[in-house]
Structures are given as C-alpha cells and as structure tokens.
C-alpha cells in the first residue's frame, strides 16, 4: 500500500507539477479531518507520515487517570489499566500517545478524508497553473482555437483555456477549430474556478513580442524597439534604434529577403508593417514615420508636441493616407499632434511660411527641425 502511494504521489508530482510536500500535508489533514468526524473532535490528534517509505501514525495525546471511572472524556483522557496495556510504565498524569487505527473509522469519515485530498490536489493544479500563466502576462504565447462562444473564442494554451473576447480580436480575421495562433495574454486573474486568462490579437504589444522573438539583435538588446503604432488588421509602424553603429536596425528587423518581417506579417494575416529608424531629433522622426511620403520641411515644437509639415503637392494624398491612417499612425508613433499641408497651401497659409526657414544650405526635398517662436 505504501509503494502505492509513494507511486501515485510521483505521478502528481510529474504531470501536475504538485510538490510532494504538499500532497503529505493534503494527507495529513485528510486524517485530521477523518478522525474529528469520527470522534467529534481532533485538537488532541496528531499525524506523522514518514516521507521516504510513507508510512504513518496517527495517535491521540491522551492524560492517564487513576481508574476508569475518572475518564470523564474519552477523547482526551484514559484509565491507568488501560495506559499500562499500553505502556508499562505509565503513570497517573502522564501523557500518553494513543495510536488510532485508521480501519476503524466510519464511511463517512472515510470519505470526507478522500474529499479533503482531492480538494487540495485541485486547489494547487489551479495554484500551479496561475503561477504558471501569470509570469506568461504581458507575453505571446501558441494556442489552438476550440469554439466561438458566441462572438468570444475559446482558445487552449496547454493546460489552461483563455478566452479571445470580440473587442480584443481583429476585425475580418475568422478562425477554424484547431487551428494554431499566436495570442498576447493580456490579464490572468485567480478566480475559485481556476485562472481566468485574457488574450488580445489587436494589442500593439503583440507586434512587439513578435519581433522579439524574430529578431535576435531585439532579443539580445543590440537593437530597442523605441515606439510603436497600430491599427489592428491593417497596419503598424514602428519605430527602431541600434545601439551599435554597426548594424542597421530597420535592416535587421526585415531581414534577409524580408524573411523576419514577412514571418510576422503572415502570422498577422497579411497587415502591413512599416518600419522606420528612431531619432531623438523630432523633426527627422516625424520625417521617418510619415514614410513612404517625401517631406519638403518640418517645423517641430517640443514644448507644445505639435509639429507641421510640408509636403510636396503630389505626396499630399500619400503623406495623409488612405483616410488619413498614415498620418494618424505617424501622430501615435512620434506622439506629435501633425499638421500636413502640400507646399501650395503653405505658401497660401498665413503664419506658414517655410520659405523663411531655408537658405542657400537647405534644398527643397531636405529636411530639419524648426523652431518658429512667432507661432
């Protein structure tokens, strides 16, 4: 019986990663717990189980009384005739430990026993899996997609399921059951049925974990992801900085052919990824998020975090974008409010005159940063 247990605490421990440690406490009140529903109370009862061959002793501290008719508790106290059948050198006021033969407990103790392990072994699986899934928060982790749940998905991530609410998932993307993605866990709260985790598909932290684990220069700190913009499903920016003057940071982050950006880009269904060079110089940032458009000039106030731009009258529609998505993006990215004018409108803007700002040095088409104290 007790290789059996030894057995089968191993296999807990193994595939629900319980401590053995626990599962003997689990034991241990379980006998608790058997022997108060048997005699109606436990405070004298004591469990020791040996953690090397499993065996255990479950004994009652009981006070030796002079005769029987002195017993006024059973439970607690036992006759000195008793004691010596026991022990021979018991003596009236000593204490006695009395051993309880588990066998003789009832069914209904018995089985409240079996209740308190099975309870606790539930109780740390649920433990094991929280600690497991919470150190996972902020991360990217694979599931498998198992249902709808109304406009919510059900997705399995090994050994717990979370839940892809509407709001958290990209419009037009249709999942098939079984099939693998790759979720942003957003939350994992502890709750009596277990951890309750929260996954996103839209979450812009989600493009960023996915260039860490595809770019290496990412992951060993050689280049920083600075800033990061999304419209979930149909396109991102962000922005890139190499701490090392060696490698190219918007280079390594495409890869050779484009195999890193496009990896990422198939696993985002086909959204597009712009990826610019990071300046601390916010004229020549704005200028790199509103790429692929050219800039004629850039009047950029810190202070203020405005910035307006001028643009060549054929790069207008490009530089906004389509509904102004460009534009937006390159506002999120940069954290600059953008106003965007074709060099037609500027000159026609009262107060926006680029023309004073550039001399012989500046040509049209370059770009800087300008402070514009009348403004």
């Known amino acids: 019986m007790n290789k059996e247990l030894m057995e089968a605490l191993d296999i807990l421990e193994k595939e629900k990663e319980i401590s053995k440690e626990t599962l003997f406490e689990a034991i241990e009140n379980s006998l608790l717990t058997a022997c108060k529903n048997h005699f109606g109370k436990a405070d004298n009862v004591h469990v020791e189980i040996d953690r090397e061959t499993c065996d255990f002793l479950v004994y009652a501290e009981k006070e030796v009384v002079a005769a029987r008719e002195d017993v006024e508790d059973d439970c607690l106290q036992i006759a000195l005739e008793d004691a010596q059948a026991i022990s021979s050198k018991a003596q009236v006021g000593d204490m006695l430990h009395v051993e309880i033969k588990s066998k003789e407990f009832g069914r209904i103790a018995t089985q409240n026993a079996k209740n308190v392990i099975l309870q606790k072994i539930r109780e740390e ?167 692929p458009a050219k800039i004629v000039a850039v009047f950029a106030d810190p202070d203020e975090k405005t910035a307006k731009v001028v643009v060549p009258d054929y790069q207008l529609s490009l530089a906004i974008g389509k509904e102004g998505q460009n534009a937006r993006l390159a506002a999120r990215l940069t954290g600059y409010k953008i106003d965007i004018k074709s060099e037609t409108q500027a000159k026609d803007a009262p107060g926006f005159r680029y023309e004073d700002y550039l001399d012989d040095e500046y040509e049209e088409g370059e770009y800087d940063e300008f402070y514009d104290e009348e403004q």
């Open 125 to 291: 699986e649920r433990s094991v899996i929280y600690s497991q899934y919470f150190e996972k928060e902020k991360d990217v982790v694979t599931g498998v997609v198992q249902r709808y749940i109304k406009n919510n998905i059900s997705i399995n991530l090994g050994k717990a399921d979370a839940i892809l609410t509407e709001s958290e998932q990209v419009k037009g993307e249709v999942f098939r059951p079984t099939e693998r993605i790759k979720v942003y866990i957003l939350e994992v709260k502890n709750t009596p049925k277990g951890p309750r985790i929260s996954v996103s598909r839209s979450h812009p932290e989600l493009v960023k974990r996915l260039f860490e684990s595809e770019v290496t220069e990412i992951r060993d700190g050689v280049v920083e992801i600075k800033s990061i913009a999304r419209e979930a499903g149909s396109r991102t920016k962000i922005a890139v900085w190499s701490n090392n003057p060696n490698v190219d940071a918007v280079g390594a982050c495409v890869g050779m052919n484009g195999a890193r950006v496009n990896a990422i880009v198939e696993e985002l269904r086909g959204e597009k990824i712009d990826i610019v060079n990071w300046d601390e110089n916010p004229g020549n940032l704005i200028q790199n998020a509103l790429s």
